[in-house]
């Protein structure tokens, strides 16, 4: 593993000291990681979100009413037994 140095705010050293207080982790590194680990997973969310919206914009307009879409939708879950 890879160490680093890194300087925190009186704040966020705090509320690190407390994590570990609280025995939620057993260090700083490991709260850290964890922290790091749950903003990669959003920023994947974030860019596949964004994937599928652009997606959407070059997919062109929908000439369906919102009823036969509606429609199309409950047909395809009844098709897949989800409802």
């Known amino acids: 593993m890879i160490r ?4 925190l705010t009186t704040p966020n050293n705090d509320w ?3 994590m570990i207080a609280s025995e939620e982790y057993s260090s700083k590194s490991e709260i ?3 922290l790091l680990r749950r ?3 959003k920023q994947e969310k974030i ?3 964004r994937e ?8 062109g307009f929908c ?3 919102p009823d036969e879409i509606i429609a199309e939708f409950k047909a395809e879950l ?3 037994g989800k409802i």
């Open 47 to 49: 860019a596949h979100i």
């Open 16 to 18: 690190l000291n407390a």
């Open 4 to 7: 680093q140095s890194v300087s």
């Open 78 to 80: 009844k098709k897949n």
């Open 63 to 65: 000439e369906q009413t």
């Open 52 to 59: 599928a919206l652009i997606a959407g914009e070059n997919s």
């Open 39 to 41: 903003e990669r997973e």
């Open 32 to 34: 850290l990681n964890d």
